[in-house]
């Protein structure tokens, strides 16, 4: 915990620093710039002598040399980060320099995707920190690096390219093949707010909570092959009830308007993320395929925190439909979220992985061994 609350503490600062600079468009990108380079040098130059960065190691080593695809035929769910691993140490690329790559590409896409659609990179960087997504890149590199193509994927879905969409979502499944969970986003998300979008979203989460355990039988079948490993509790947990309070908060602030049109979309995607999350009770991993979607509360948040005035520069043309707000109500409800921000993350830093966090230089690997 020494290194992440800082690093939290610190990108909000400067997060908040930019904000009040008087050319806002300038300043937001310096800002994204400056966070990408943080949050990738951070993360990157991590050690790998934790968590299952080890097993990567032994997955880097294995896909060297010309027979690297031995053993494909048992596992080719991640092919991707097999053909990633082999190729860059083709070019002598060393896996301390592979998770700087996969570092930066992660923190770039978040940049990226910050700078085009988020009212607001202080909440952006505060959901993504906060709610936990950046510890991906610590350990789980191949949901880090498939959830960043998802990003890629959801842009072109914002843009109305389906092809570039479906394009991005199979590469993430390359890496990660629950990342496919993502292909349904493109028909849900799109839809027009009417009595048949409210239906089928009804549906959709009424079929996921239905029927969450033959879909969980059948991941276990075709991915995860641990068909008695997993128990339905019979309950939904705490971070399904988040997720709903958020949105519930959402559409208080920023109601819901078929002219809104990226932020139906991002809406879609947070119910989408809580229908996923009721599989939770089987297990953690189950959890992790809400995530694909409930990353974007990383522009979700930012949307509904985005005060009225703002929103009717955007959107001149719809300036009476849209909700204003107290400037007093937005400060006390900011003082909230960023309070239950570090809380959220100070729970999860308890983790024993998170006491295991050095930097490359922080650690000599033969001592590990006793020399």
Known sequence: ?????????????????YAMHSNARKSKKQCVIIITVILALFSGLRTWWFGDLIKYYTLYLRCQGADWMTGLGDDATNIGIRAFFHYASEIGISYDDCLLIIAAFVAI????????????PFWSYTMFIGMGFYLFTYSGLKQAVAMSFLILAAMAMFEGKPLKFLFWTCVGGLFHAPALIFLPAYYFCRQRLNQRYVLVLVALVAALFLFRTQIVNLMNEVYYAEADSFTDTNKVGGRFIMMVLIMVMGNILRPLHKWDRVYLQVFNLMVLAAALQTMSVFGNVFSRLADYYYQFVVLYMPMIMQTGRSQARQLPRYREQIRYWDPKNYLLL?????????WFYGNQLQSPMMKDFLFRWEIDPYSLYGN
């Open 334 to 342: 900011s003082v909230f979220v960023v309070v239950f921000a570090f």
């Open 1 to 17: 915990m020494r290194y992440q609350m800082p690093l939290f503490v610190v990108v909000m600062g400067i997060c908040l620093l």
């Open 109 to 120: 896409t978040l940049g990226v995707l910050v700078y085009r659609y988020s009212p607001s």
